[in-house]
């Protein structure tokens, strides 16, 4: 199993740690998403593999896609996702205050 996070910031790496730590993933299996240069350097040199800067390129061949981003941004993240997701793949929003309706007309996506 391969999974996405879009947003490595304290949320999203609150999960990918604890799939980590319990073994459930290993840090080639996790796709970390993330844009900030900082944190990609700092998620590197943590021994993490899978880092993208893109929202297209990191979903790909995943099968869950988890939405750790902050709400306000979620519009452009929603339709970037739109453009690559596949009928497959299941997102999971650990976002507040986004309805999975919203998410579902955005991402144009029915598996949340």
């Known amino acids: 199993m391969k999974i996405a996070i879009i947003g490595a910031g304290n949320m999203g790496m609150a ?7 319990h073994q459930l993933l290993t840090k080639k299996d ?30 790909k061949n995943t099968d869950i896609i988890i939405l750790a981003v902050k709400p306000q941004d979620f519009q452009t993240v929603g339709e970037k996702i739109s453009t690559t997701i596949e009928p497959n793949q299941i997102l999971l929003s650990i976002m507040a205050g986004i309805t999975i309706s919203k998410i579902a007309t955005i991402t144009k996506h029915e598996s949340i």
């Open 15 to 21: 999960f990918a740690n604890s799939f980590i730590e």
């Open 30 to 59: 996790l796709h970390l998403i993330e844009k900030n240069q900082e944190r990609v350097n700092f998620l590197s040199q943590n021994g993490f593999e899978s880092i993208f800067p893109e929202i297209e390129e990191g979903i």
